[in-house]
């Protein structure tokens, strides 16, 4: 099975901040990579898909790169309702494997 | 819109079954592989199961192989997640998440629609 890793854990950043959010997989999956939102008490939102596309009606503010097992996800010029736990997944092969998430919160 | 309606979630103690159902609108139903993503309170997202369009495939998580069935009723916009002999570590949050398109399809097995999940809880 392809094991998932993301880093760091958790952040602070401030409004305005640049974050850079790390995933790393335990084998190259091409770019067969998804990166979902989930704000507290809320259901997971489908952020990037194919490591660099954005879904339709995403801010541009989010980015997303890598291919084979390094991934990074980006978000220019934090905003408030950024405020969330991003997960990255990988959908190359079953099982379709989470990352343990990156929580980022108010500096 | 596309809708995910998940139920049949409650309390049930360890050993015991449980059928959870997720009845979809708003697309074809048929032509999308259905997933189910549960989450353990506090923690992250574990993907549990997947079946594809016509439900003549299924994957399953190492947790959860044996024990859980994933099936669809295409007639009925429905997929359906039947847990047995479960364990106190299976309680979660479980999720209905429809992909993008075919499981036999890479590309488009990510997931782009989520339902509002169903509360399993296995306690004595």
């Known amino acids: 099975d392809i094991q998932m890793t993301q880093s760091p854990s958790s952040l602070s950043a401030s409004v305005g901040d640049r974050v850079t959010i790390t995933c790393r997989a335990s084998?190259?999956?091409?770019?067969?990579l998804a990166w979902y939102q989930q704000k507290p008490g809320e259901v997971p939102k489908l952020l990037i898909y194919?490591?660099?596309t954005l879904q339709s009606g995403v801010p541009s503010r989010f980015s997303g790169s890598g291919s084979g097992t390094e991934f990074t996800l980006t978000i220019n010029s934090l905003q408030p309702e950024d405020f969330a736990t991003y997960y990255c997944?990988?959908?190359?092969?079953?099982?379709?494997?989470f990352g343990p998430g990156t929580k980022v919160d108010i500096k | 819109e596309v809708q995910l309606v998940e139920s049949g979630g409650g309390l049930v103690q360890p050993g015991g079954s449980l059928r959870l159902s997720c009845a979809a609108s708003?697309?074809?139903?048929?032509?999308?592989?259905m997933n189910w993503v549960r989450q353990a309170p506090g923690r992250g997202l574990d993907w549990v199961s997947g079946?594809?369009?016509?439900?003549?495939?299924?994957r399953y998580a190492d947790p959860v192989s044996g024990r859980f069935t994933i099936s669809r009723d295409n007639s009925r916009n429905t997929v359906y997640l039947q847990m047995n002999s479960l364990r106190t570590e299976d309680t979660a949050v479980y999720y209905c998440?429809?992909?993008?398109?075919?499981?036999?399809?890479?590309?488009?097995?990510?997931?782009?629609?989520w339902g509002q999940g169903t509360l399993v809880t296995v306690s004595s």
């Open positions: 084998q190259g999956i091409s770019n067969y």
């Open positions: 194919a490591a660099s």
């Open positions: 079946i594809t369009g016509s439900g003549g495939g299924t």
């Open positions: 998440a429809k992909a993008k398109g075919a499981m036999s399809t890479a590309g488009t097995r990510y997931l782009d629609n």
């Open positions: 997944q990988n959908y190359y092969s079953a099982p379709f494997t």
């Open positions: 708003g697309f074809t139903f048929s032509s999308s592989a």
